[in-house]
């Protein structure tokens, strides 16, 4: 079955950086479109941006880009998203998510829903 | 950016009622219309895509239409396990944003 495993909670000071796993299983990793969606507590859902991992292509919002880095590494089947400097605001459950359609249908990947996602990892950041 | 407004933003009701969820894109956003429902302390899951297009393994309660840029979310006989918040998403482009959230309680 579909897995979407990531690591626990982290504890970070302003300033600082995390980078958060995101391991897939069950499926071919490099077929399917990871996506970062963050949501601060009591809110709603923020897309942050994906990584192709077949070719490492990616893209991000806008709003976080230079603060944010989605890697990949294949042969371990795990995404990764970086954020740095980083503020009180972004205190926030981070997740991640499979897009549902396989990447290699150019265009209707790029518009698919988020069929699976991971768990979630709180990310807290104070001083 | 593509805002997703959605109402009403908290409703209450019964096991057995029918209730409707609206969502109003700022744009045309063809059909790319997702909607997702999320308990607490959990991740979403994908209940409809493509704005009537029902998710594998949910129930059939569960329905989605859309006209013009207004998408509706209907759960035709709600049960105690459909009290969560439910968002919609827009998947036409980036950024793919959300609504606010609908959250569902039991009256």
């Known amino acids: 079955q579909v897995q979407l495993v990531q690591s626990g909670a982290e504890v970070k000071k302003p300033g600082a950086s995390v980078k958060v796993p995101c391991k897939a299983s069950g499926y071919t990793f490099t077929t399917y479109a990871i996506h970062w969606v963050r949501q601060a507590p009591g809110q709603s859902l923020e897309w942050m941006g994906w990584?192709?991992?077949?070719?490492?292509?990616?893209k991000y919002s806008q709003k976080l880009q230079g603060r944010v880095t989605i890697t990949r590494d294949t042969s371990a089947r795990t995404a990764y998203m970086e954020m740095t400097s980083l503020r009180s605001e972004d205190t926030a459950v981070y997740y991640c998510?499979?897009?549902?359609?396989?990447?290699?249908?150019?265009?209707?990947?790029?518009?698919?829903?988020?069929?699976?996602w991971g768990q979630g990892t709180l990310v807290t950041v104070s001083s | 950016d593509i805002q997703m407004t959605q109402s009403p933003s908290s409703l209450s009701a019964s096991v057995g009622d029918r209730v409707t969820i609206t969502c109003r894109a700022s744009q045309s956003i063809s059909n790319y219309l997702n909607w997702y429902q999320q308990k607490s302390g959990k991740a979403p899951k994908l209940l409809i895509y493509s704005a009537s297009s029902l998710q594998s393994g949910v129930p059939s309660r569960f329905s989605g239409s859309a006209s013009g840029t207004d998408f509706t979310l209907t759960i035709s006989s709600l049960q105690p396990e459909d009290f969560a918040i439910y968002y919609c998403?827009?998947?036409?482009?980036?950024?793919?944003?959300f609504g606010q959230g609908t959250k569902l309680e039991i009256k």
């Open positions: 998510a499979r897009g549902s359609t396989p990447v290699l249908w150019f265009g209707e990947f790029l518009t698919a829903p988020l069929d699976y």
């Open positions: 998403q827009q998947s036409y482009n980036t950024p793919y944003t």
């Open positions: 990584i192709n991992p077949g070719t490492g292509d990616t």
